[in-house]
């Protein structure tokens, strides 16, 4: 009778010991997915590419008003936030951007590099967005991603289209960027070795 008593409590025993082991929470790297970050890692950090994107198209509205109807007409736009420091001969700055597809409301996490190359010292601070007339552009530019070379300079001209895009930037045809900075829009870029593409972690 002890015997049957003695093996019932045992089995007891397993069956709390085996709740207990499928009620410990998951670890932080358990609960990682395939790109290294959390969850709740993940979540907060588009949360902050979305807040960068917002505070960007605010500041363009601000200081160009007429790139709001050019952006929602468009088949897409991107929106990009850079920080780069450059210190005596070598340099480069990083940045995040956030891509919308105006037709499917679709979100696509970018990133920005940039290296340059030169004497200098100083710490330099832009917002770019990027906006696309036709859809195989914008596809293009989050498939593939786009690269500046060494050297990439434009001005801002006249368009054709009544001022819809006053304070653009043409890279190509179908293809405009505006450049912000602590002064407002920029009328020249200038983009050494820049390289945009799709950000893994995010997407």
């Known amino acids: 009778m002890n015997s049957c008593r003695h093996t019932f409590t045992r089995a007891i025993l397993v069956v709390l010991a085996l709740c207990l082991v499928s009620a410990v929470p998951v670890s932080a790297d358990e609960s990682k997915n395939d790109s290294g970050l959390s969850k709740a890692e993940k979540t907060k950090k588009r949360a902050e590419v979305q807040k960068m994107a917002d505070q960007t198209l605010a500041k363009l509205y601000k200081a160009e008003p007429s790139a709001k109807s050019a952006i929602a007409k468009s088949a897409g736009y991107a929106t990009f936030s850079n920080f780069g420091m450059k210190i005596l001969v070598a340099?480069?700055?990083?940045?995040k951007g956030l891509a919308v597809n105006n037709?499917?409301?679709?979100?696509?996490?970018m990133k920005m590099v940039e290296v340059q190359a030169g004497l200098g010292l100083g710490i330099k601070k832009f917002r770019v967005i990027w906006v696309f007339d036709h859809q195989s552009d914008y596809e293009n530019f989050i498939n593939q991603g786009f690269e500046f070379g060494g050297q990439a300079t434009a001005a801002a001209k006249v368009n054709e289209d009544g001022g819809a895009r006053q304070g653009a930037i043409s890279v190509k045809e179908g293809v405009w960027?505006?450049?912000?900075?602590?002064?407002?829009?920029?009328?020249e870029l200038t983009l050494k070795g820049t390289k945009y593409y799709k950000n893994k972690q995010l997407n």
Do not use: R, S, W
């Open 91 to 95: 340099g480069g700055g990083t940045g």
């Open 103 to 109: 037709k499917t409301g679709k979100k696509t996490y």
């Open 177 to 187: 960027i505006y450049q912000l900075t602590d002064q407002g829009v920029a009328l």
